[in-house]
């Protein structure tokens, strides 16, 4: 069940791509509480996941984003999912989210393998994977899934951020704009 979940997120993630690229993707914005879909998000990873993930949650109750609900879920569980799947046995994910004067900003921090500096840009681009973190974690993929979620923010006129130690940490920053 959860291989064909998978494949059917993979392949809604390809047809969602196509879509961005013909400039057919049509985005249904609402106001959505952040704090709940977080926990979501956090107690979908526990149940479905074999290793112990500490999930951490730094929301105010009422963090709001103006988004498409359906590519903001992919969008963070493309992120999560990454998280845990390049990280060793004890895995520590933070979830943050805040408002600020301009945007709202949400992010996704773990403790995992990190991305090498000179790798760090090119992770956005289709069908790019960092060469050295399958090998660590024997994680499969096929390099579209940062792809769509930059690709995602910027439909939403946001923009998606990396910052990186290698051996030590990863955090994805989210930009959307109020």
């Known amino acids: 069940k959860d291989e064909c979940e998978h494949l059917l997120a993979l392949s809604n993630r390809v047809v969602m791509l196509t879509q961005i690229d013909r400039g057919e993707l049509e ?3 609402e106001e959505i509480a952040l704090k709940p879909l977080l926990q979501d998000q956090a107690g979908k990873f526990q149940l479905k996941t074999a290793k112990n993930i500490d ?3 730094d929301c105010e109750q009422n963090c709001t ?3 498409d609900a359906f590519c903001l879920h992919g969008v963070l569980s493309n992120l999560i999912d990454n998280a845990i799947k390049y990280s060793g046995g004890e895995v520590r994910v933070i979830l943050s989210a805040e ?7 949400v992010k996704v921090r773990d403790n995992g393998i990190g991305i090498p500096l ?3 840009q090119k992770i956005f681009d289709r069908f790019e994977r960092v060469s050295s973190g399958s090998r660590k974690t024997g994680a499969s993929g096929f390099g579209l899934g940062l792809n769509y979620v930059m690709q995602v923010m910027k439909a939403h006129g946001g923009l998606v951020s990396v910052e990186s130690t290698e051996g030590s940490y990863s955090e994805f ?4 704009p109020l």
């Open 118 to 120: 000179r790798e760090q």
């Open 65 to 67: 984003v103006y988004a």
């Open 27 to 29: 985005l249904h914005k």
């Open 55 to 57: 999930f951490r949650i």
């Open 99 to 105: 408002r600020t004067a301009s945007d709202t900003v």
């Open 173 to 176: 920053t989210l930009h959307f």
